[in-house]
């Protein structure tokens, strides 16, 4: 079973910020935190990880909070191509780690 | 950097038929290649482990007879599923984690391949 719980959908008006949160209560000291989208029909696309503290790239911001139970995935102007399917993992980074994809967020951008 | 491809996208067998789908990672070596299966409106289910030059690790309830996985170097990895059925239509999704990436072992995946069988 996936280790992550998330809304199954969210909507978002164009450019303003989407904010997607992911539980993980029972993530372990040695698990980071990743984050994919999944367009329609094309294999997930790497966004950002982290393992506790807070994260920015160029694509995105990732906020971990303090006890690690949860996060949020901040996507700072959501554009209609943001629209896709968000996947928050935990994973270990050592040994046979492998990622349990859950149902996601079906993020959608209104224009 | 970290691109990893499959071939074919698209395939369409007739019942009985075996199919093989090649992942590549096009510019960086990887140690673990994985499968992943989705079937429509779900999300990805892993079916595999591979580790370049053993046999592959298998999710439970996945037949290994059925879908063969060979990782023959530490840029290829091929799944073939042999006597394809029509419940073995899906898209099938590979990913690469880089020999060199560090304590985080990030997976890229492929773009998938989606396969009818009739």
């Known amino acids: 079973d996936a280790k992550t719980t998330q809304p199954p959908s969210m909507d978002c008006a164009e450019g303003r910020a989407a904010n997607l949160p992911c539980n993980h209560s029972t993530i372990s000291g040695n698990e980071y935190v990743y984050w994919y989208r999944q367009i329609h029909s094309q294999g997930p696309q790497y966004i950002i990880h982290?393992?506790?503290?807070?994260?920015?790239?160029?694509m995105a911001s990732?906020?971990?909070?303090?006890?690690?139970?949860s996060s949020t995935l901040i996507l700072p102007h959501a554009t209609l191509r943001d629209t896709a399917v968000y996947y928050?993992?935990?994973?270990?980074?050592?040994?046979?780690?492998?990622?349990?994809?859950?149902?996601?967020t079906r993020l959608k951008v209104l224009a | 950097g970290a691109v990893?491809?499959?071939?074919?996208?698209?395939v369409i067998c007739k019942s009985g038929t075996s199919v093989k789908i090649e992942c590549r990672s096009l510019d960086f070596q990887a140690t673990t290649m994985f499968w992943y299966r989705q079937f429509p409106k779900k999300s990805l289910?892993?079916?595999a482990t591979s580790n370049e030059g053993s046999k592959a690790t298998y999710e439970q309830g996945v037949e290994k007879d059925k879908f063969l996985i060979n990782h023959a170097s530490l840029t290829l990895s091929t799944l073939t599923v042999t006597s394809a059925h029509p419940e073995d239509s899906s898209f099938?999704?590979?990913?690469?984690?880089?020999?060199?990436?560090?304590?985080?072992?990030?997976?890229?995946?492929?773009?998938g391949t989606r396969l009818t069988v009739l």
């Open chain 1, 88 to 104: 928050c993992i935990v994973s270990r980074t050592s040994g046979t780690y492998k990622y349990i994809f859950g149902t996601g």
């Open chain 2, 45 to 47: 289910m892993l079916m």
């Open chain 1, 50 to 58: 982290g393992l506790k503290n807070n994260e920015t790239n160029e």
């Open chain 2, 92 to 111: 099938y999704i590979c990913s690469a984690s880089r020999l060199d990436g560090g304590p985080t072992d990030t997976q890229y995946f492929g773009p």
């Open chain 2, 4 to 10: 990893v491809s499959q071939h074919p996208s698209r």
């Open chain 1, 62 to 69: 990732l906020i971990i909070t303090e006890d690690r139970k």
